[in-house]
T-cell receptor, first 114, second 112 residues
Framework: KTQVEQSPQSLVVRQGENCVLQCNYSVTPDNHLRWFKQDTGKGLVSLTVLVHENDKTSNGRYSATLDKDAKHSTLHITATLLDDTATYIC?????????????FGAGTQLIVIP | DMKVTQMPRYLIKRMGENVLLECGQDMSHETMYWYRQDPGLGLQLIYISYDVDSNSEGDIPKGYRVSRKKREHFSLILDSAKTNQTSVYFCASIRGAQDTQYFGPGTRLLVL
């Protein structure tokens, strides 16, 4: 059973609009949660990591929240650009060490149109 | 500039042929990974390597084996490839603990 669910599966927005991507998970323990961006045909690139209960992070136009009680995270992208077109992947780590496993969501495919 | 490289980027093989996928990293990371990515699914872990000759099965190791003879190189081997091993394969490495994994660009394998 998938332990990391992302929604929506795909999303189309106009350049300049804001969007919100959702991640719900059942991984236990949930040591940390990371959002990756994957451009078409490329590898994954980390955007931000959330560690603590009710953590909030900001990285330029990307901001993210984590609610460990609800096992839920959101990724906000403000003032989208055409280059934001990509798949955004939510990953939950069950330990804070290399012995831990990463649990990957299937991703949200974001398309930004002019 | 921290980098994970993968070779080849694209590969077509016939069922039953052997496949060798290569991964390199220039960051002296101890821990490296092989994943496969299929449409509609999250990345699935095939193997982890904690250092030279210290490898551990991931969630879907069947049909695969790995080799790590140098810290900077990690190979994935498919002995007698099967059509259901058609996928995109990603290599990654990590410095430690909660640090991010650095991913290679992927190898797109088609087994006919």
């Amino acid at each position: 059973k998938t332990q990391v669910e992302q929604s929506p599966q795909s999303l189309v927005v106009r350049q300049g609009e804001n969007c919100v991507l959702q991640c719900n998970y059942s991984v236990t323990p949930d040591n940390h949660l990371r959002w990756f961006k994957q451009d078409t045909g490329k590898g994954l690139v980390s955007l931000t990591v959330l560690v603590h209960e009710n953590d909030k992070t900001s990285n330029g136009r990307y901001s993210a929240t984590l609610d460990k009680d609800a096992k839920h995270s959101t990724l906000h992208i403000t003032a989208t650009l055409l280059d934001d077109t990509a798949t955004y992947i939510c990953v939950v780590g069950d330990r804070g060490s290399a012995l831990g496993r990463l649990h990957f969501g299937a991703g949200t495919q974001l398309i930004v149109i002019p | 500039d921290m980098k994970v490289t993968q070779m080849p980027r694209y590969l077509i093989k016939r069922m039953g042929e052997n496949v060798l996928l290569e991964c390199g990293q220039d960051m002296s990371h101890e821990t490296m990974y092989w994943y496969r990515q299929d449409p509609g699914l999250g990345l699935q872990l095939i193997y982890i390597s904690y250092d030279v000759d210290s490898n551990s099965e991931g969630d879907i190791p069947k049909g695969y084996r790995v080799s790590r003879k140098k810290r900077e190189h990690f190979s994935l081997i498919l002995d007698s490839a099967k059509t259901n091993q058609t996928s995109v394969y990603f290599c990654a490495s990590i410095r430690g603990a909660q640090d991010t994994q650095y991913f290679g660009p992927g190898t797109r394998l088609l087994v006919l």
